[in-house]
């Protein structure tokens, strides 16, 4: 767990962070605290949208097999009136339309490479403009297409994105590839407002919320303008390449051409 989380510390960014195990842990010491019936719509305002939860007796076999089949966690609880166990499943990313802005941050290049290659051979330019901007608030993000031996050719655009840093997904265009890179941004530690007391805070939940948005708001803004100038280079360098592949990658096929001519 993150930090030593509390359930008092979850916000729609570090929600991503935690396990099954872990929530469940969060959700017995939370309520055991007086201000948990004060507080417990906004805890699930922020685990539902990544936990399915159910509560369930856990005698009751069908349902327990069914859940267990459903890929749930299930975890016996103090008294819950008639129910003694809960089920707990955290959302998996299977597809590109799954990606939000929180959840983003905390996939590695390669997962999210992987969702657009299954994401019906669309490549980079084929992705709906908002799935764009939220890959691109985590990562720097290259496309370019080239002859597949001008791509692989040694000190080729390959070879420069990975000295770089960056992880490539290459997708076939009949004897043409594209290619595309991604390198996640610095990360940005987000400062989240904490009251005196975990619990009974003073504060309307309503405020909390408004500035825990503030905070996310203002980080989203700090990554757009992290490293703007390398940003900036990358475009134009893969502009080049897209617009006029054969100033450098292309060197091979003026020179096959002179050869074919003579």
Same mark, same amino acid.
């Not at 989203?220 to 100033?247: G, H, K, R, Y």
């Given at each position: ?24 842990? %969060? &959700?017995?010491?939370?309520? !055991?605290? @007086? ?12 685990i539902r ?34 129910f003694n166990?809960?089920?707990?499943? $955290?959302?998996?990313?299977? !597809?590109?339309?799954? #990606?939000? *802005?929180?959840?983003?941050?905390? *996939? &590695?290049?390669?997962?999210? *490479?992987?969702?657009? @290659? ?8 084929? *992705?709906? &403009? ?17 002859? @597949?031996?001008?791509?692989? +050719?040694?000190?080729? #655009?390959?070879? +420069?994105? $990975? ?21 996640? !941004?610095? $990360?940005?530690? !987000?400062v989240r ?45 893969? %502009? ?15 020179? %096959? ?6």
């Open positions: 767990m993150a930090k030593h989380l509390k359930i008092d510390d979850l916000t729609k960014g570090n929600i991503w962070t935690i396990t099954e195990t872990e929530l469940n842990q %969060m &959700l017995i010491e939370g309520k !055991k605290h @007086e201000g948990w019936a004060e507080r417990e719509t906004h805890y699930m305002n922020i949208p990544v936990f399915d939860i159910v509560y369930l007796d856990r005698k009751d076999e069908v349902q327990v097999h069914r859940l267990e089949n459903e890929h749930y966690d299930i975890f016996s609880t103090p008294n819950e009136g008639e166990a809960i089920a707990i499943r $955290k959302h998996k990313i299977n !597809k590109i339309t799954d #990606l939000t *802005l929180e959840n983003i941050a905390h *996939l &590695l290049p390669e997962e999210v *490479l992987a969702l657009i @290659e299954r994401n019906l051979g669309t490549g980079w330019k084929g *992705l709906p &403009l908002a799935i764009q901007d939220i890959i691109e608030s985590a990562f720097f993000v290259d496309c370019a297409e080239l002859p @597949e031996y001008a791509m692989h +050719r040694a000190g080729g #655009l390959i070879d +420069r994105r $990975k000295e770089d840093g960056y992880s490539v997904l290459e997708i076939p265009r009949g004897n043409w590839i594209e290619g595309i890179f991604l390198k996640p !941004k610095p $990360k940005v530690e !987000k407002y904490s009251s005196q007391t975990d619990y009974g805070t003073s504060k309307d939940d309503e405020d909390v919320d408004e500035l825990e948005e503030l905070d996310e708001d203002n980080a989203e803004d700090d990554d757009t303008n992290v490293d703007e100038s390398l940003d900036d280079e990358e475009d134009d360098e893969i %502009m080049e390449d897209e617009d006029n592949p054969n100033l450098e990658d292309i060197d091979a096929i003026d020179m %096959m051409d002179d050869d074919s001519d003579e």
